[in-house]
């Protein structure tokens, strides 16, 4: 069962374009949503994350959108460039057992063409 | 500081072999995770540990296996092989977890391959 659901699988986006990523999730007790960037044969890295109590957080050119009372949340990367392409994954913490760990989305692939 | 290290980097292996992925972290970070990437499937908990000794499941555990006798390796053996083994597999480690959850840290993975 997916607890995070991730839109669209891909996405191209000529350069200086406005890159739009979805996410969403069911979980109530969910209170941390990180975003992370994954290059082609590497690991992912944090980008930028979001707690509930705040509706946008902003780093630069990268904006996390959170809609509370639809258990949604977006990334929006403005003047994209070739070098965003990459892989990103939305995330939100889930209860494991009798612990705690990141649950993701599927990634959407991000394209930028020059 | 190295970060998350795995080795090996790639593995081909054959039905029903056994092999150990080894990770280690040198932040002294009390938290340790084991991840699987399938193609268009993001990553899969395999297990996760919250200190040396302190194991626990995560969504898939089948077919693996995992140890901490110290805080700063997590290795993950695979017994008996299968082809649904086949994917890229990461280590992680955090400072912290739960609500309070901060970056993780990913090694490079470990791209697994059984035939």
């Known amino acids: 069962q997916q607890q995070v659901k991730q839109s669209p699988q891909s996405l191209i986006v000529q350069k200086g374009g406005i890159s739009i990523i979805n996410c969403a999730y069911e979980n109530t007790a969910f209170d941390y949503f990180p975003w992370y960037q994954q290059f082609p044969g590497k690991g992912p890295a944090l980008l930028i994350a979001i707690r509930p109590d705040v509706s946008e957080k902003k780093e630069g050119r990268f904006t996390i959108s959170f809609n509370k009372s639809a258990k949604q949340f977006s990334l929006h990367i403005m003047d994209s460039q070739p070098g965003d392409s990459a892989t990103y994954f939305c995330?939100?913490?889930?209860?494991?057992?009798?612990?705690?760990?990141?649950?993701f989305g599927k990634g959407t692939s991000l394209l930028v063409t020059p | 500081n190295a970060g998350v290290t795995q080795t090996p980097k790639f593995r081909i292996l054959k039905i029903g072999q056994s092999m150990t992925l080894q990770c280690a972290q040198d932040?002294?970070?009390?938290?340790m995770y084991w991840y699987r990437q399938d193609p268009g499937m993001g990553l899969k908990l395999i297990y996760y540990s919250v200190g040396a000794g302190i194991t626990d499941k995560g969504e898939v555990p089948n077919g693996y296996n995992v140890s901490r006798s110290t805080t700063e390796d997590f290795p993950l053996r695979l017994e008996l092989a299968a082809p649904s083994q086949t994917s890229v597999y990461f280590c992680a480690s955090s400072y912290s977890q739960g609500s309070n959850t901060g970056e993780l840290f990913f090694g490079e993975g470990s791209r697994l391959t059984v035939l």
């Open positions: 995330a939100a913490i889930a209860i494991v057992n009798s612990g705690y760990a990141l649950n």
């Open positions: 932040m002294n970070h009390n938290y």
